[in-house]
C-alpha cells in the first residue's frame, strides 16, 4: 500500500491487530498500521462509501456488474473524487462471501489460467493496488472514457453510501414481509432486488424517494414525505 501510495487501510474483525509480524514485515511502512481502522463486519467498514468493489474469482448465480482490474481502478479513482471508494478483499483460505459481495456496487476479477486459479490475496492486492496507483492520475478524465455509467453519480446530488442503501433494503425487507410478496426461499429474490436498486438507486435524493414510498405502503393514511431523511 506504501509504495502504491494508498494510505487508508481498514481491517474487519482481524485474527490479531496490533500485531508485531505485521509491524515487523511493514519494514518502513509503518504509518498505514499506525493508522488502520479495525472494524467487526464489512457492512460497519464500508457504510460511509460511495463507491465499493470486491474482488473475487467466484461466478455467481445472481449476475453483479464484473470488471477487469483497470476498470475496477478507474471506476474507484474517479467515484473517490466525490465519496469514500473502498477495494475490499475477503480472507486468504475463503475470499469474499455471498454476504460480503451483496455490499458492493461491482466485483472484480483478475484474469488468470482457468487451470490454476489459485491466487494468493497478497498478489491480488498489489495488481490492483497498481492499477489504482497508474489512474489516480486519470481523476479528471471526463465521463466517457469510464468504463460503464453505472456508478455515476446524478449531477450535483450528494452520493448514496452503502450504509444508506443497506437501511434502505432493510426497509424494503420489512415492506415485503408486510405485504406478502417476499415468500421462502427469499435469500436469493432479496439479492436480485438488491442488485436491482444497485443500478438504478445512485443519490442521497433517490434514497428517500423509495424509503418515501414505503412508508405510504406501510402507513397509507399518512408517512414520511417522499424527500424526508429516514434513518
Known amino acids: 500500500m506504501a509504495n502504491m501510495g494508498l ?7 482481524p485474527r490479531a491487530f496490533p500485531d508485531p509480524a505485521a509491524t515487523a514485515r511493514a519494514a518502513g511502512a509503518e504509518h498505514v498500521l499506525e493508522r488502520t481502522r479495525v472494524f467487526g463486519n464489512l457492512a460497519e467498514a464500508v457504510a460511509d462509501c460511495g463507491c465499493v468493489i470486491g474482488a473475487t474469482a467466484r461466478r455467481r448465480s445472481v449476475a453483479w456488474p464484473v470488471l477487469e482490474p483497470k476498470s475496477a481502478a478507474q471506476r474507484l479513482v474517479h467515484e473517490g473524487v466525490h465519496t469514500p471508494a473502498a477495494l475490499v478483499f475477503g480472507p486468504e483460505a475463503s475470499g469474499l462471501s455471498n454476504e460480503h459481495l451483496d455490499l458492493c456496487h461491482a466485483h ?9 486459479s489459485s491466487l494468493n490475496v497478497a498478489t491480488a492486492v498489489a495488481i490492483l493496488a497498481y492499477e489504482l496507483r497508474r489512474h489516480v492520475s486519470s481523476a479528471a478524465t471526463p465521463q466517457a472514457q469510464i468504463p460503464s455509467a453505472d456508478l455515476t453519480q446524478p449531477a450535483g446530488a450528494p452520493p448514496m453510501t452503502m450504509g444508506e442503501f443497506d437501511r434502505m433494503m432493510d426497509h424494503l425487507e420489512r415492506v415485503v414481509q408486510k405485504t406478502g410478496f417476499l415468500v421462502m426461499p427469499r435469500t436469493r429474490l432479496l439479492r436480485k432486488l438488491r442488485r436491482l436498486f444497485l ?3 445512485r443519490s442521497r435524493e433517490e434514497v428517500n424517494i423509495v424509503r ?4 405510504s405502503i406501510e402507513q397509507p393514511h399518512g408517512g414520511g414525505e417522499p424527500g424526508s431523511d429516514h434513518k
Open 212 to 215: 418515501g414510498v414505503l412508508t
Open 108 to 116: 472484480v476479477r483478475i484474469d488468470v489460467e482457468t487451470d490454476f
Open 199 to 201: 443500478r438504478g438507486v
Open 7 to 13: 494510505p487508508d487501510l481498514f481491517l474487519v474483525n
